[in-house]
Protein backbone atom coordinates (compact mmCIF):
# COMPACT_ATOMS: atom_id res chain seq x y z
CA UNK A 1 0.00 0.00 0.00
CA UNK A 2 1.30 3.51 -0.63
CA UNK A 3 1.98 5.34 2.21
CA UNK A 4 0.02 8.68 0.75
CA UNK A 5 -3.13 5.99 0.69
CA UNK A 6 -2.90 5.95 4.27
CA UNK A 7 -6.46 7.46 5.75
CA UNK A 8 -8.33 6.39 8.65
CA UNK A 9 -10.13 4.02 6.32
CA UNK A 10 -7.15 2.06 5.03
CA UNK A 11 -4.16 0.75 7.00
CA UNK A 12 -0.27 0.56 6.85
CA UNK A 13 0.74 -3.08 6.61
CA UNK A 14 4.15 -2.52 8.75
CA UNK A 15 2.52 -1.48 11.87
CA UNK A 16 2.90 -3.80 14.84
CA UNK A 17 1.35 -3.59 18.14
CA UNK A 18 3.38 -4.40 21.35
CA UNK A 19 1.38 -5.03 24.52
CA UNK A 20 2.97 -4.18 27.45
CA UNK A 21 0.63 -5.21 29.92
CA UNK A 22 2.38 -7.33 32.07
CA UNK A 23 5.51 -5.05 32.26
CA UNK A 24 4.15 -2.25 32.74
CA UNK A 25 1.12 -3.36 34.61
CA UNK A 26 4.09 -4.48 36.93
CA UNK A 27 4.85 -1.65 38.13
CA UNK A 28 1.75 -1.53 39.63
CA UNK A 29 1.38 -4.85 41.46
CA UNK A 30 4.85 -5.81 41.88
CA UNK A 31 4.26 -8.55 39.05
CA UNK A 32 1.96 -10.55 41.14
CA UNK A 33 0.03 -11.90 37.95
CA UNK A 34 -1.07 -15.23 38.66
CA UNK A 35 0.14 -17.38 35.61
CA UNK A 36 -3.59 -18.18 35.33
CA UNK A 37 -4.20 -14.32 33.88
CA UNK A 38 -1.11 -14.64 31.99
CA UNK A 39 -1.91 -17.48 30.25
CA UNK A 40 -4.82 -16.23 29.12
CA UNK A 41 -3.10 -12.61 28.42
CA UNK A 42 -0.90 -14.86 26.00
CA UNK A 43 -3.72 -16.35 24.46
CA UNK A 44 -5.74 -13.12 24.10
CA UNK A 45 -3.05 -11.64 22.07
CA UNK A 46 -2.83 -14.38 19.77
CA UNK A 47 -6.37 -14.23 19.09
CA UNK A 48 -5.95 -10.79 18.64
CA UNK A 49 -3.35 -10.47 16.23
CA UNK A 50 -1.07 -8.56 18.45
CA UNK A 51 2.64 -8.68 17.33
CA UNK A 52 4.50 -8.38 20.59
CA UNK A 53 3.73 -9.29 24.00
CA UNK A 54 5.94 -8.09 26.86
CA UNK A 55 6.86 -10.41 30.11
CA UNK A 56 8.64 -7.93 31.95
CA UNK A 57 11.77 -7.25 32.92
CA UNK A 58 15.47 -8.84 32.92
CA UNK A 59 16.20 -7.46 36.42
CA UNK A 60 19.15 -8.44 38.16
CA UNK A 61 18.95 -10.72 41.11
CA UNK A 62 21.66 -8.91 43.07
CA UNK A 63 20.26 -5.53 42.65
CA UNK A 64 16.50 -6.66 43.68
CA UNK A 65 15.45 -9.93 45.48
CA UNK A 66 13.39 -12.28 44.20
CA UNK A 67 10.85 -12.80 46.79
CA UNK A 68 9.94 -9.38 47.30
CA UNK A 69 8.42 -9.43 43.15
CA UNK A 70 6.35 -11.35 41.03
CA UNK A 71 8.27 -13.79 38.50
CA UNK A 72 7.77 -11.60 35.50
CA UNK A 73 10.46 -8.86 37.40
CA UNK A 74 13.12 -11.80 36.57
CA UNK A 75 11.08 -13.34 33.02
CA UNK A 76 13.45 -15.94 33.68
CA UNK A 77 13.54 -18.38 30.96
CA UNK A 78 12.21 -21.61 32.47
CA UNK A 79 9.24 -18.74 33.82
CA UNK A 80 8.33 -17.77 30.29
CA UNK A 81 7.97 -21.53 28.77
CA UNK A 82 5.74 -22.34 31.86
CA UNK A 83 3.57 -19.71 29.88
CA UNK A 84 4.06 -20.21 26.71
CA UNK A 85 6.01 -23.52 25.70
CA UNK A 86 8.31 -23.08 22.79
CA UNK A 87 6.02 -19.90 21.87
CA UNK A 88 4.59 -22.26 18.35
CA UNK A 89 2.79 -19.08 17.84
CA UNK A 90 2.89 -15.36 15.97
CA UNK A 91 3.62 -13.58 18.50
CA UNK A 92 6.57 -12.45 19.66
CA UNK A 93 8.09 -12.18 22.89
CA UNK A 94 9.70 -9.08 24.69
CA UNK A 95 11.32 -8.39 27.66
CA UNK A 96 12.45 -5.07 29.26
CA UNK A 97 16.36 -4.83 30.64
CA UNK A 98 17.01 -1.10 32.06
CA UNK A 99 20.14 0.10 31.90
CA UNK A 100 22.40 -0.38 35.47
CA UNK A 101 19.79 -2.38 37.01
CA UNK A 102 20.36 -5.92 34.88
CA UNK A 103 22.77 -8.40 34.77
CA UNK A 104 22.43 -8.92 30.50
CA UNK A 105 25.19 -10.62 30.14
CA UNK A 106 24.06 -13.63 31.68
CA UNK A 107 20.34 -13.17 32.00
CA UNK A 108 19.88 -12.30 28.72
CA UNK A 109 20.82 -15.98 26.75
CA UNK A 110 21.54 -16.68 23.29
CA UNK A 111 19.07 -16.69 21.24
CA UNK A 112 19.10 -20.46 20.30
CA UNK A 113 18.19 -20.85 23.89
CA UNK A 114 15.35 -18.60 24.42
CA UNK A 115 11.44 -18.00 23.48
CA UNK A 116 12.72 -14.28 23.70
CA UNK A 117 12.49 -12.54 20.04
CA UNK A 118 12.54 -8.86 21.61
CA UNK A 119 15.15 -7.20 23.58
CA UNK A 120 14.17 -4.10 24.94
CA UNK A 121 16.61 -1.49 26.70
CA UNK A 122 15.71 1.09 28.65
CA UNK A 123 17.88 3.89 29.11
CA UNK A 124 18.36 7.62 30.76
CA UNK A 125 19.79 9.89 28.54
CA UNK A 126 22.82 10.45 30.11
CA UNK A 127 23.45 6.13 30.20
CA UNK A 128 23.19 5.93 26.01
CA UNK A 129 27.02 4.46 26.17
CA UNK A 130 26.10 1.83 28.37
CA UNK A 131 22.79 1.28 26.52
CA UNK A 132 25.00 0.41 23.43
CA UNK A 133 26.77 -1.79 24.91
CA UNK A 134 23.60 -3.60 26.03
CA UNK A 135 22.30 -3.35 22.44
CA UNK A 136 25.21 -4.86 20.84
CA UNK A 137 25.35 -7.36 23.05
CA UNK A 138 21.67 -8.98 22.69
CA UNK A 139 22.23 -8.30 18.94
CA UNK A 140 25.00 -10.45 18.76
CA UNK A 141 23.01 -12.86 20.75
CA UNK A 142 20.40 -12.85 18.07
CA UNK A 143 17.34 -10.69 19.33
CA UNK A 144 16.12 -8.46 18.18
CA UNK A 145 16.37 -5.18 19.66
CA UNK A 146 14.46 -1.75 20.76
CA UNK A 147 15.76 1.12 23.00
CA UNK A 148 13.45 3.21 24.90
CA UNK A 149 15.07 6.91 25.69
CA UNK A 150 13.29 7.56 29.23
CA UNK A 151 12.37 10.81 30.76
CA UNK A 152 12.80 13.09 27.02
CA UNK A 153 10.04 15.35 28.70
CA UNK A 154 13.29 16.42 30.69
CA UNK A 155 16.02 15.95 28.01
CA UNK A 156 17.17 19.50 26.38
CA UNK A 157 17.36 19.43 22.45
CA UNK A 158 21.21 19.31 22.14
CA UNK A 159 21.83 16.06 24.57
CA UNK A 160 18.71 14.60 22.72
CA UNK A 161 20.47 15.23 19.19
CA UNK A 162 23.33 13.74 20.12
CA UNK A 163 21.84 10.88 22.06
CA UNK A 164 19.84 10.12 18.56
CA UNK A 165 22.55 10.76 16.83
CA UNK A 166 24.87 7.60 19.15
CA UNK A 167 21.51 5.11 19.02
CA UNK A 168 21.07 5.51 15.01
CA UNK A 169 24.74 4.31 14.52
CA UNK A 170 23.56 1.43 16.83
CA UNK A 171 22.33 -1.71 16.31
CA UNK A 172 18.58 -1.33 17.58
CA UNK A 173 16.20 -2.21 15.29
CA UNK A 174 13.49 0.05 16.72
CA UNK A 175 13.99 3.46 18.29
CA UNK A 176 11.42 4.98 21.07
CA UNK A 177 9.94 7.56 21.78
CA UNK A 178 8.82 7.30 25.40
CA UNK A 179 6.87 10.07 26.98
CA UNK A 180 7.51 8.94 30.57
CA UNK A 181 5.45 11.25 32.72
CA UNK A 182 2.32 12.03 30.50
CA UNK A 183 3.70 15.76 29.70
CA UNK A 184 3.75 16.07 26.28
CA UNK A 185 0.99 17.58 23.81
CA UNK A 186 0.02 15.81 20.70
CA UNK A 187 1.59 18.74 18.32
CA UNK A 188 4.56 18.13 20.63
CA UNK A 189 4.68 14.77 20.44
CA UNK A 190 4.25 14.95 16.38
CA UNK A 191 7.51 17.12 16.19
CA UNK A 192 9.48 14.62 18.24
CA UNK A 193 8.40 12.21 15.88
CA UNK A 194 9.58 14.00 13.43
CA UNK A 195 13.12 14.33 15.05
CA UNK A 196 13.63 10.35 15.79
CA UNK A 197 12.22 9.53 12.34
CA UNK A 198 14.66 11.59 10.60
CA UNK A 199 17.32 9.58 12.61
CA UNK A 200 15.52 6.19 11.84
CA UNK A 201 15.34 6.58 8.36
CA UNK A 202 18.49 7.94 7.81
CA UNK A 203 20.28 4.34 9.32
CA UNK A 204 16.95 2.01 8.35
CA UNK A 205 15.07 1.83 12.25
CA UNK A 206 11.78 1.76 13.05
CA UNK A 207 10.54 4.72 15.46
CA UNK A 208 8.07 3.38 18.22
CA UNK A 209 5.89 5.16 20.48
CA UNK A 210 4.93 3.95 24.32
CA UNK A 211 2.45 6.79 26.09
CA UNK A 212 1.04 7.79 29.36
CA UNK A 213 -1.79 8.77 30.52
CA UNK A 214 -1.47 11.67 32.70
CA UNK A 215 -3.53 14.01 30.76
CA UNK A 216 -5.53 11.33 29.05
CA UNK A 217 -3.54 11.93 26.33
CA UNK A 218 -1.86 8.21 26.04
CA UNK A 219 -4.48 6.94 22.86
CA UNK A 220 -4.02 10.77 21.29
CA UNK A 221 -0.76 10.85 21.64
CA UNK A 222 -0.26 7.29 19.77
CA UNK A 223 -2.68 7.50 17.18
CA UNK A 224 -1.37 11.47 16.36
CA UNK A 225 2.49 9.22 14.84
CA UNK A 226 0.17 6.43 13.64
CA UNK A 227 1.67 7.68 9.93
CA UNK A 228 5.38 8.21 11.48
CA UNK A 229 5.96 5.59 14.15
CA UNK A 230 5.83 1.57 13.22
CA UNK A 231 5.80 -0.02 16.67
CA UNK A 232 2.86 0.97 18.96
CA UNK A 233 2.70 0.19 22.70
CA UNK A 234 -0.64 -0.45 24.45
CA UNK A 235 -1.86 -2.14 27.79
CA UNK A 236 -5.16 -3.79 28.88
CA UNK A 237 -7.42 -1.55 30.12
CA UNK A 238 -4.08 1.07 30.17
CA UNK A 239 -3.00 -1.10 32.92
CA UNK A 240 0.77 0.46 33.79
CA UNK A 241 2.29 2.63 36.37
CA UNK A 242 0.50 5.65 37.94
CA UNK A 243 -1.98 7.02 35.35
CA UNK A 244 -0.98 3.93 32.96
CA UNK A 245 -0.92 3.61 29.31
CA UNK A 246 -2.83 3.77 25.84
CA UNK A 247 -5.55 1.18 26.09
CA UNK A 248 -4.75 -1.83 24.00
CA UNK A 249 -8.82 -1.94 23.23
CA UNK A 250 -8.88 1.79 21.81
CA UNK A 251 -5.61 1.02 19.94
CA UNK A 252 -6.81 -1.82 18.30
CA UNK A 253 -10.63 -0.72 18.27
CA UNK A 254 -8.52 2.33 15.25
CA UNK A 255 -6.34 0.30 13.69
CA UNK A 256 -7.80 -1.00 10.31
CA UNK A 257 -5.51 -4.04 9.75
CA UNK A 258 -7.98 -7.25 9.44
CA UNK A 259 -5.64 -8.80 11.37
CA UNK A 260 -6.69 -7.38 14.52
CA UNK A 261 -9.33 -8.53 16.44
CA UNK A 262 -10.61 -6.55 19.57
CA UNK A 263 -13.02 -9.12 20.50
CA UNK A 264 -10.33 -11.51 22.40
CA UNK A 265 -9.44 -8.53 24.23
CA UNK A 266 -12.79 -8.11 25.58
CA UNK A 267 -12.97 -11.35 26.44
CA UNK A 268 -10.01 -11.08 28.67
CA UNK A 269 -11.00 -7.71 30.06
CA UNK A 270 -14.62 -9.97 31.02
CA UNK A 271 -13.29 -13.13 32.61
CA UNK A 272 -9.51 -11.64 33.84
CA UNK A 273 -9.07 -8.14 33.88
CA UNK A 274 -11.81 -6.41 35.71
CA UNK A 275 -11.59 -9.22 39.07
CA UNK A 276 -7.51 -8.59 38.86
CA UNK A 277 -8.82 -4.35 38.88
CA UNK A 278 -11.11 -5.09 41.57
CA UNK A 279 -8.07 -6.72 43.25
CA UNK A 280 -6.08 -3.78 42.49
CA UNK A 281 -8.44 -0.93 43.74
CA UNK A 282 -8.96 -3.27 47.44
CA UNK A 283 -4.91 -3.24 48.15
CA UNK A 284 -4.83 0.27 46.87
CA UNK A 285 -2.89 -0.53 43.87
CA UNK A 286 -4.64 1.30 41.83
CA UNK A 287 -4.08 2.63 37.93
CA UNK A 288 -5.77 5.49 35.99
CA UNK A 289 -6.46 9.07 34.78
CA UNK A 290 -6.61 11.11 37.92
CA UNK A 291 -5.97 14.82 39.04
CA UNK A 292 -2.70 13.70 40.93
CA UNK A 293 -0.97 12.45 37.40
CA UNK A 294 -3.06 15.45 35.72
CA UNK A 295 -0.69 17.50 38.02
CA UNK A 296 2.02 15.75 37.87
CA UNK A 297 2.20 15.65 33.81
CA UNK A 298 1.90 19.25 33.55
CA UNK A 299 4.98 19.88 35.63
CA UNK A 300 6.73 17.41 33.72
CA UNK A 301 7.22 15.24 37.02
CA UNK A 302 7.74 11.63 37.70
CA UNK A 303 4.65 10.24 39.06
CA UNK A 304 6.04 8.96 42.35
CA UNK A 305 4.95 11.86 44.48
CA UNK A 306 1.14 11.29 42.76
CA UNK A 307 1.31 7.64 43.40
CA UNK A 308 2.02 8.29 47.24
CA UNK A 309 -0.58 10.79 46.99
CA UNK A 310 -3.14 8.45 46.02
CA UNK A 311 -1.93 5.69 48.44
CA UNK A 312 -2.40 7.52 51.44
CA UNK A 313 -5.79 8.22 50.19
CA UNK A 314 -5.42 12.27 49.94
CA UNK A 315 -7.42 14.39 48.36
CA UNK A 316 -6.36 17.90 48.92
CA UNK A 317 -5.21 18.31 45.30
CA UNK A 318 -4.96 21.66 45.97
CA UNK A 319 -2.21 21.24 48.73
CA UNK A 320 -0.62 18.91 46.21
CA UNK A 321 -0.34 21.18 43.58
CA UNK A 322 1.81 23.29 45.60
CA UNK A 323 3.94 20.33 47.22
CA UNK A 324 4.73 19.92 43.22
CA UNK A 325 5.69 23.70 42.42
CA UNK A 326 7.88 23.14 45.67
CA UNK A 327 9.82 20.84 44.51
CA UNK A 328 9.64 21.44 40.98
CA UNK A 329 13.10 21.17 38.58
CA UNK A 330 11.62 21.63 35.20
CA UNK B 1 -1.40 39.03 20.50
CA UNK B 2 -0.69 38.23 16.94
CA UNK B 3 -1.86 35.10 16.17
CA UNK B 4 1.09 33.50 15.01
CA UNK B 5 2.87 34.14 18.40
CA UNK B 6 0.55 31.75 19.47
CA UNK B 7 2.13 28.54 20.97
CA UNK B 8 2.06 26.46 24.01
CA UNK B 9 3.80 29.09 26.32
CA UNK B 10 1.68 32.21 25.19
CA UNK B 11 -2.03 31.89 24.88
CA UNK B 12 -5.45 33.54 22.59
CA UNK B 13 -7.05 36.18 24.89
CA UNK B 14 -10.25 36.04 23.24
CA UNK B 15 -10.35 31.58 23.91
CA UNK B 16 -14.02 31.68 26.33
CA UNK B 17 -14.08 28.70 28.68
CA UNK B 18 -17.91 27.55 29.41
CA UNK B 19 -18.29 25.25 32.30
CA UNK B 20 -21.00 22.74 31.27
CA UNK B 21 -21.51 20.03 34.73
CA UNK B 22 -24.52 21.24 35.96
CA UNK B 23 -26.09 20.65 32.16
CA UNK B 24 -24.17 17.74 30.84
CA UNK B 25 -23.81 16.24 33.96
CA UNK B 26 -27.27 16.55 34.60
CA UNK B 27 -28.12 14.21 31.98
CA UNK B 28 -26.50 11.37 34.14
CA UNK B 29 -28.23 11.90 37.54
CA UNK B 30 -31.65 13.69 36.63
CA UNK B 31 -30.74 17.40 37.44
CA UNK B 32 -31.00 16.17 41.19
CA UNK B 33 -27.68 18.74 42.48
CA UNK B 34 -28.15 19.69 45.56
CA UNK B 35 -28.66 23.48 45.94
CA UNK B 36 -25.26 24.14 47.85
CA UNK B 37 -23.14 21.81 45.03
CA UNK B 38 -24.59 24.61 42.12
CA UNK B 39 -23.65 26.95 44.22
CA UNK B 40 -20.29 25.69 45.00
CA UNK B 41 -19.79 25.29 41.59
CA UNK B 42 -20.66 29.21 41.08
CA UNK B 43 -18.37 30.10 43.33
CA UNK B 44 -15.43 27.78 41.95
CA UNK B 45 -16.22 28.64 38.25
CA UNK B 46 -15.73 32.58 39.31
CA UNK B 47 -12.85 31.80 41.26
CA UNK B 48 -11.47 29.86 38.38
CA UNK B 49 -11.95 33.07 35.77
CA UNK B 50 -13.88 30.45 33.76
CA UNK B 51 -16.18 33.08 31.25
CA UNK B 52 -19.86 30.87 31.00
CA UNK B 53 -21.24 28.59 33.40
CA UNK B 54 -24.32 26.28 31.96
CA UNK B 55 -27.03 26.36 34.85
CA UNK B 56 -29.21 23.86 32.57
CA UNK B 57 -32.02 23.35 30.02
CA UNK B 58 -35.15 25.53 29.05
CA UNK B 59 -37.43 22.41 28.83
CA UNK B 60 -41.19 22.40 28.02
CA UNK B 61 -42.78 21.90 31.41
CA UNK B 62 -45.75 20.67 28.70
CA UNK B 63 -43.25 18.03 27.39
CA UNK B 64 -41.88 17.01 31.04
CA UNK B 65 -42.93 17.02 34.47
CA UNK B 66 -41.14 19.07 36.87
CA UNK B 67 -41.56 16.78 39.35
CA UNK B 68 -39.18 13.86 37.01
CA UNK B 69 -36.58 16.28 37.45
CA UNK B 70 -34.37 18.70 39.79
CA UNK B 71 -35.23 21.90 38.62
CA UNK B 72 -31.82 22.93 36.42
CA UNK B 73 -33.79 20.61 33.47
CA UNK B 74 -36.20 23.72 33.16
CA UNK B 75 -33.76 26.54 34.59
CA UNK B 76 -36.67 28.57 36.17
CA UNK B 77 -35.81 32.58 36.73
CA UNK B 78 -36.08 32.51 40.20
CA UNK B 79 -34.40 28.83 40.98
CA UNK B 80 -31.02 30.43 38.86
CA UNK B 81 -31.28 33.79 41.03
CA UNK B 82 -31.60 31.44 44.16
CA UNK B 83 -28.06 30.70 43.43
CA UNK B 84 -26.28 33.58 41.90
CA UNK B 85 -28.64 36.36 43.26
CA UNK B 86 -28.23 39.26 40.34
CA UNK B 87 -25.11 37.53 39.37
CA UNK B 88 -22.23 40.07 40.44
CA UNK B 89 -19.92 38.32 38.74
CA UNK B 90 -17.34 38.50 35.48
CA UNK B 91 -19.13 35.03 35.08
CA UNK B 92 -22.07 34.83 32.31
CA UNK B 93 -24.52 32.73 33.02
CA UNK B 94 -25.71 30.18 29.84
CA UNK B 95 -28.80 27.50 29.41
CA UNK B 96 -29.76 25.57 26.61
CA UNK B 97 -32.75 25.07 25.05
CA UNK B 98 -33.40 21.56 22.30
CA UNK B 99 -35.12 22.44 19.22
CA UNK B 100 -38.77 20.98 19.72
CA UNK B 101 -38.76 20.37 23.35
CA UNK B 102 -38.49 23.92 24.90
CA UNK B 103 -41.73 26.30 25.06
CA UNK B 104 -38.85 29.22 24.36
CA UNK B 105 -41.23 32.07 23.04
CA UNK B 106 -42.94 32.03 26.94
CA UNK B 107 -39.90 30.64 28.77
CA UNK B 108 -37.07 32.39 27.19
CA UNK B 109 -37.92 36.08 28.91
CA UNK B 110 -36.32 39.10 27.40
CA UNK B 111 -33.30 39.63 28.89
CA UNK B 112 -33.83 42.82 31.00
CA UNK B 113 -35.75 40.47 33.19
CA UNK B 114 -33.04 37.68 32.81
CA UNK B 115 -29.96 37.15 34.76
CA UNK B 116 -29.18 34.54 31.93
CA UNK B 117 -26.78 36.17 29.08
CA UNK B 118 -25.97 33.22 26.81
CA UNK B 119 -28.77 31.09 25.23
CA UNK B 120 -27.60 27.57 23.43
CA UNK B 121 -29.17 26.15 21.07
CA UNK B 122 -29.22 22.72 20.19
CA UNK B 123 -30.31 20.98 16.84
CA UNK B 124 -30.34 18.61 14.54
CA UNK B 125 -29.48 18.63 11.19
CA UNK B 126 -33.08 18.89 9.72
CA UNK B 127 -34.16 21.44 12.37
CA UNK B 128 -32.21 23.70 11.47
CA UNK B 129 -35.20 26.48 9.90
CA UNK B 130 -36.80 25.96 13.76
CA UNK B 131 -33.80 26.30 15.20
CA UNK B 132 -33.07 29.57 13.68
CA UNK B 133 -36.35 30.84 14.71
CA UNK B 134 -35.07 30.10 18.05
CA UNK B 135 -31.58 31.65 17.88
CA UNK B 136 -33.53 34.79 16.20
CA UNK B 137 -36.30 35.31 19.23
CA UNK B 138 -33.26 35.28 21.95
CA UNK B 139 -31.48 37.35 19.62
CA UNK B 140 -34.00 39.64 19.54
CA UNK B 141 -34.64 39.14 23.22
CA UNK B 142 -31.56 40.56 23.57
CA UNK B 143 -28.90 37.46 24.46
CA UNK B 144 -25.80 36.15 23.45
CA UNK B 145 -26.46 33.30 21.57
CA UNK B 146 -24.67 29.75 20.17
CA UNK B 147 -26.26 27.20 18.47
CA UNK B 148 -24.85 23.43 18.55
CA UNK B 149 -25.67 21.27 15.62
CA UNK B 150 -25.86 17.61 17.36
CA UNK B 151 -24.86 14.47 15.91
CA UNK B 152 -22.87 15.81 13.34
CA UNK B 153 -20.37 12.37 13.38
CA UNK B 154 -23.75 10.89 10.74
CA UNK B 155 -24.18 14.05 9.10
CA UNK B 156 -23.26 13.96 5.42
CA UNK B 157 -21.31 16.86 3.96
CA UNK B 158 -23.93 18.56 1.45
CA UNK B 159 -26.46 18.85 4.40
CA UNK B 160 -24.06 19.69 6.80
CA UNK B 161 -22.69 22.92 4.08
CA UNK B 162 -26.10 23.67 3.85
CA UNK B 163 -26.93 23.92 7.28
CA UNK B 164 -23.32 25.76 8.02
CA UNK B 165 -24.68 28.12 5.65
CA UNK B 166 -27.99 28.49 7.33
CA UNK B 167 -26.79 29.32 10.51
CA UNK B 168 -24.28 31.79 9.00
CA UNK B 169 -26.58 33.71 7.74
CA UNK B 170 -29.06 33.51 11.51
CA UNK B 171 -28.05 36.24 14.24
CA UNK B 172 -26.04 33.47 16.50
CA UNK B 173 -22.67 34.84 18.21
CA UNK B 174 -20.47 31.44 17.80
CA UNK B 175 -21.67 27.88 15.82
CA UNK B 176 -20.35 24.83 17.93
CA UNK B 177 -19.05 21.82 16.68
CA UNK B 178 -20.36 18.34 18.76
CA UNK B 179 -18.49 15.37 19.14
CA UNK B 180 -22.37 13.93 20.44
CA UNK B 181 -20.68 10.10 20.19
CA UNK B 182 -17.33 11.01 20.75
CA UNK B 183 -17.09 9.40 17.40
CA UNK B 184 -14.36 11.82 16.03
CA UNK B 185 -10.39 11.20 15.77
CA UNK B 186 -8.51 14.52 16.11
CA UNK B 187 -7.37 15.28 12.61
CA UNK B 188 -11.21 14.70 11.94
CA UNK B 189 -12.05 17.81 14.38
CA UNK B 190 -9.26 19.80 12.37
CA UNK B 191 -10.58 19.12 9.44
CA UNK B 192 -14.34 20.13 10.24
CA UNK B 193 -13.15 23.13 12.76
CA UNK B 194 -11.51 24.37 9.72
CA UNK B 195 -15.14 24.38 7.65
CA UNK B 196 -17.08 25.44 10.55
CA UNK B 197 -13.98 28.29 10.78
CA UNK B 198 -14.72 29.27 7.56
CA UNK B 199 -18.38 29.94 7.48
CA UNK B 200 -18.11 31.55 10.83
CA UNK B 201 -14.72 34.02 9.67
CA UNK B 202 -17.44 35.03 6.71
CA UNK B 203 -20.08 36.35 8.96
CA UNK B 204 -18.28 37.65 11.96
CA UNK B 205 -18.98 34.52 14.25
CA UNK B 206 -16.98 31.87 16.58
CA UNK B 207 -16.80 28.67 16.47
CA UNK B 208 -16.77 26.58 19.86
CA UNK B 209 -16.22 22.59 20.61
CA UNK B 210 -18.26 20.62 22.77
CA UNK B 211 -16.55 16.80 22.53
CA UNK B 212 -17.40 13.43 24.50
CA UNK B 213 -15.37 11.05 26.27
CA UNK B 214 -16.08 7.83 24.27
CA UNK B 215 -12.55 7.08 23.34
CA UNK B 216 -10.45 9.45 25.73
CA UNK B 217 -10.44 11.95 23.47
CA UNK B 218 -12.39 14.68 24.86
CA UNK B 219 -9.63 17.07 25.83
CA UNK B 220 -7.25 15.70 22.75
CA UNK B 221 -10.03 16.62 20.20
CA UNK B 222 -10.59 20.15 22.61
CA UNK B 223 -7.10 21.48 22.52
CA UNK B 224 -6.78 20.49 18.58
CA UNK B 225 -8.44 22.98 17.59
CA UNK B 226 -7.40 25.20 20.00
CA UNK B 227 -6.13 27.96 17.28
CA UNK B 228 -9.64 27.36 15.42
CA UNK B 229 -12.53 27.46 17.94
CA UNK B 230 -12.83 30.31 20.19
CA UNK B 231 -15.37 28.75 22.76
CA UNK B 232 -14.28 25.79 24.90
CA UNK B 233 -16.62 23.34 26.96
CA UNK B 234 -15.84 21.07 29.89
CA UNK B 235 -17.22 19.78 32.81
CA UNK B 236 -16.19 18.98 36.23
CA UNK B 237 -14.03 15.41 36.26
CA UNK B 238 -15.82 15.35 33.05
CA UNK B 239 -19.16 14.65 34.54
CA UNK B 240 -21.25 14.61 31.42
CA UNK B 241 -23.65 11.87 29.26
CA UNK B 242 -22.48 8.33 29.01
CA UNK B 243 -18.32 9.03 28.58
CA UNK B 244 -18.63 12.43 29.72
CA UNK B 245 -16.87 15.72 28.39
CA UNK B 246 -13.45 17.14 28.32
CA UNK B 247 -12.30 17.65 31.60
CA UNK B 248 -12.27 21.27 33.24
CA UNK B 249 -9.29 20.43 34.82
CA UNK B 250 -7.08 19.58 31.94
CA UNK B 251 -8.64 22.47 30.05
CA UNK B 252 -7.22 24.88 32.63
CA UNK B 253 -4.26 23.19 32.75
CA UNK B 254 -3.07 23.33 29.59
CA UNK B 255 -4.70 27.06 28.81
CA UNK B 256 -2.03 29.59 29.73
CA UNK B 257 -4.37 32.32 30.21
CA UNK B 258 -3.05 33.81 33.68
CA UNK B 259 -7.34 34.74 34.14
CA UNK B 260 -7.24 30.80 34.78
CA UNK B 261 -6.66 29.18 37.94
CA UNK B 262 -7.32 25.44 38.41
CA UNK B 263 -6.80 25.62 42.37
CA UNK B 264 -10.53 26.16 43.03
CA UNK B 265 -11.69 23.72 40.80
CA UNK B 266 -9.72 21.01 42.32
CA UNK B 267 -10.96 22.38 45.74
CA UNK B 268 -14.55 21.98 44.52
CA UNK B 269 -13.51 18.27 43.06
CA UNK B 270 -12.47 17.81 46.67
CA UNK B 271 -15.29 19.19 49.02
CA UNK B 272 -18.25 18.68 46.48
CA UNK B 273 -17.58 16.35 43.22
CA UNK B 274 -16.04 13.56 45.04
CA UNK B 275 -19.04 12.93 47.30
CA UNK B 276 -21.37 13.25 44.38
CA UNK B 277 -19.56 10.89 42.38
CA UNK B 278 -19.72 8.08 45.18
CA UNK B 279 -23.65 8.55 45.84
CA UNK B 280 -23.66 8.26 41.47
CA UNK B 281 -22.02 5.11 41.61
CA UNK B 282 -24.08 3.97 44.34
CA UNK B 283 -27.01 4.34 42.60
CA UNK B 284 -25.19 3.35 39.43
CA UNK B 285 -25.89 6.55 37.37
CA UNK B 286 -22.11 6.44 36.58
CA UNK B 287 -19.93 8.83 33.46
CA UNK B 288 -16.72 8.19 32.52
CA UNK B 289 -14.62 5.96 29.51
CA UNK B 290 -15.68 2.73 29.65
CA UNK B 291 -15.45 -0.21 26.68
CA UNK B 292 -18.93 0.29 25.94
CA UNK B 293 -18.64 3.71 25.55
CA UNK B 294 -15.59 3.18 23.02
CA UNK B 295 -17.62 0.83 20.75
CA UNK B 296 -20.43 3.22 20.67
CA UNK B 297 -17.99 5.87 19.58
CA UNK B 298 -16.13 3.14 17.27
CA UNK B 299 -19.49 2.47 15.52
CA UNK B 300 -20.57 6.29 15.71
CA UNK B 301 -23.90 4.99 17.89
CA UNK B 302 -25.63 6.77 20.24
CA UNK B 303 -24.68 6.04 23.97
CA UNK B 304 -27.93 5.14 25.16
CA UNK B 305 -27.15 1.32 24.51
CA UNK B 306 -23.89 1.48 26.69
CA UNK B 307 -26.02 3.44 29.22
CA UNK B 308 -28.40 0.39 29.32
CA UNK B 309 -25.67 -1.81 29.44
CA UNK B 310 -23.69 -0.49 31.94
CA UNK B 311 -26.55 0.18 34.12
CA UNK B 312 -27.78 -3.52 33.84
CA UNK B 313 -24.34 -4.18 34.87
CA UNK B 314 -23.76 -6.26 31.90
CA UNK B 315 -19.49 -7.15 31.13
CA UNK B 316 -20.05 -9.10 28.54
CA UNK B 317 -18.75 -6.52 25.92
CA UNK B 318 -18.21 -9.19 22.90
CA UNK B 319 -22.10 -10.44 22.76
CA UNK B 320 -22.67 -5.98 23.63
CA UNK B 321 -19.95 -5.08 20.29
CA UNK B 322 -22.30 -7.57 18.28
CA UNK B 323 -25.69 -6.19 19.47
CA UNK B 324 -24.27 -2.86 18.37
CA UNK B 325 -23.25 -4.31 14.59
CA UNK B 326 -26.76 -5.87 13.89
CA UNK B 327 -28.05 -2.51 14.75
CA UNK B 328 -25.19 -0.51 12.96
CA UNK B 329 -27.14 2.32 10.60
CA UNK B 330 -23.66 4.47 9.71
Known sequence: MNENDVNLISYRPDIRVLDATVRDGGLVNNFAFTDDFVRSLYHANIAAGVDYMEFGYKASKTIFKREDFGPWKFCDEEDIRRIVGDNDSPLKIAVMADVGRTDYKTDILPKKDSVIDLVRVATYIHQIPTAIEMIEDAKEKGYEVSVNIMAVSKVNDEDLNNGLRLLGQSSADV????????????????????????????????VGIHAHNNQQLAFANTIEVVQKASYFDATVCGMGRGAGNCFMESLLGFLKNPKYNLAPIMYFVEHHMLALKEECEKNGTVWGYDIPYLLTGIMNSHPSSAIKFLKENRTDYVKFANELLDNFQG
Chains 1, 2 share one sequence.
Open 175 to 206: IYLVDSFGAFYPEQIRRLADRYLEVAEKTGKK
